[in-house]
């Protein structure tokens, strides 16, 4: 059963009420940290929940009504690091920064993940740190509530095909996300890694849904209303011409200025929507078509935020071609962090450390 209208102000306030979820916060020691693990970061972290929590966001910081999230990256050898951060809250405000490791090769040469880093959260009333979790699945499950969030405002409403690009850990999130928005039937999935989509396959049996393996990717798009590409590709995947009129993208793996998943005239012959532009502009696919001269910031449509207040219009026609520029915005893991510590707290789930002694 997928998600229609909720076009309500929704406090990322969700799974507790304030006036609760301030009383239990209260009634902890003043130097007590919480620190959660993977398993128990996606325990608390409903879909549902995290989709609305980001879609509030995204609403929030269109309208001014919290502070522009920041970011910084720094590049080494095989790899990089950012952090993200941001403020956000209504009765109860919290700090979040999440520093992220990415290293494409890890799973290969070392069997780690592609992704490892901590999300810390602070009490934004007198700086406490409250929780150290596991930043993984924080970082796989808001990218998908974003990408979910598009896919309600931009997706044709009865967009029932989808083609995944990329079959890890965001892949298979993406899959279970857009059923929440969209009545999907039928996804195809694409990876130079056969494993991975076979494994993909067998993991998401349970859907109830046909996933479908192809080795074709122009023709898999030929037949999808939906396209998400969730890779670490430094070269472009998808081409103009490979699209079909009235398709939806969501352009997730390009985080940094070395990744590209999209040719540039994707984007400057298309509309193209943004999480946060000027980040796009540095670190995403509009980088790409800025380096290449075929766009400027100002070509960009609008920002996600912008559609889901209503300033700009979403899907005009059923034939128009929207991209999402997903680079993640820091006020993705305020929204997604503050429910995961909220439901610790209130069910007294981690480890609970007094750093201070």
Request: hydrophobic share 40%; proline share 3%; charged share 20%.
């Amino acid at each position: 059963m997928f998600l229609k209208g909720m076009n309500i102000a929704y406090s990322t306030r969700i799974i507790l009420n304030n006036s609760k979820s301030n009383e239990l916060i209260s009634t902890m020691k003043n130097n007590t940290t919480v620190i959660l693990k993977g398993s128990e970061v996606a325990s608390l972290l409903p879909l549902d929940a995290c989709i609305l929590a980001v879609e509030n966001a995204f609403r929030l910081y269109s309208a001014g009504m919290v502070a522009p999230p920041s970011i910084m990256g720094i590049h080494v050898e095989n790899g990089g690091y950012h952090i993200k951060a941001g403020v956000m809250g209504t009765e109860k405000s919290y700090f979040v920064a999440k520093t992220n490791a990415n290293f494409p090769k890890n799973p290969k040469k070392y069997n780690l993940p592609t992704i490892q880093g901590v999300v810390t959260v602070y009490d934004t009333d007198n700086g406490r740190l409250l929780a150290l979790m596991d930043s993984i699945e924080v970082t796989i499950i808001r990218t998908g509530a974003a990408t979910a969030v598009a896919a309600k405002y931009l997706a044709k409403k009865n967009a029932r095909v989808a083609t995944i690009v990329g079959c890890g850990s965001q892949g298979k999130i993406s899959i279970k996300m857009l059923m929440e928005v969209r009545p999907i039937e039928k996804v195809f999935i694409y990876d130079i890694d056969l494993h991975a989509a076979n494994k993909l396959i067998e993991e998401l049996g349970y859907l109830h849904i046909s996933i479908v393996r192809t080795d074709d990717l122009k023709a898999a798009l030929a037949e999808s209303d939906i396209c998400v590409t969730c890779t670490t590709s430094k070269t472009p995947l998808l081409y103009h011409d490979d699209i079909r009129p009235g398709t939806f993208i969501a352009a997730v793996g390009s985080d940094n200025e070395d990744k590209q998943e999209l040719s540039a005239k994707v984007l400057s012959l298309n509309t193209l929507i943004t999480d946060v532009t000027n980040q796009c502009a540095k670190i995403g696919e509009l980088h790409h078509a800025i380096e290449a001269k075929l766009m400027t910031e100002k070509d960009t449509y609008a920002e996600l935020g912008e559609i889901i207040l209503g300033k700009k219009k979403g899907r005009k026609s059923d034939s128009e071609i929207i991209i999402f520029d997903s680079t993640g915005m820091g006020l993705q893991d305020v929204a997604a962090a503050s429910i995961v510590y909220e439901k610790a707290v209130a069910n007294s789930i981690g480890l609970k450390v007094e750093f201070g002694n």
